[in-house]
Nanobody, 125 residues
């Protein structure tokens, strides 16, 4: 069993930055594909970014490409999401997820086996 705990959310003005962290328990973290998803009020959960086990391969949603950066530190069992140039439409609960089976990055939420509890990000205009 893997437990994921997100942190780093908060309130920020448009144009500002936040860095989310997701700490994972378990000794096999470095073999998992990791992803970030988000869910805004009244909307479905959507893909944000994903990273493979080594960090060499990343994929981003078009809406965040060029503004967000996903990274990981396998020694610390942690994955990060650096969010720059934030917009009000980025307001959502952000979830970290772990995929223990995929061999590479995946944007498909059902592929992920473990999910964190979420952290709120609010961007004011």
């Amino acid at each position: 069993q893997v437990q994921l705990v997100e942190s780093g959310g908060g309130l920020v003005q448009a144009g500002g930055s936040l860095k989310l962290s997701c700490a994972a328990s378990g000794r096999t973290f470095n073999s998992y594909v990791m992803g970030w998803f988000r869910q805004a009020p009244g909307k479905e959960r959507e893909f944000v970014a994903t990273i493979n086990w080594s960090g060499a391969s990343t994929v981003y949603a078009d809406s965040v490409k060029g503004r967000f950066t996903i990274s990981r530190d396998n020694a610390k069992n942690t994955v990060y999401l650096q969010m720059n140039s934030l917009k009000p439409e980025d307001t959502a609960v952000y979830y970290c997820a772990a995929d223990r089976n995929s061999l590479t990055t995946t944007v498909w939420a059902p592929a992920y086996d473990y999910w964190g509890q979420g952290t709120q990000v609010t961007v004011s205009s």
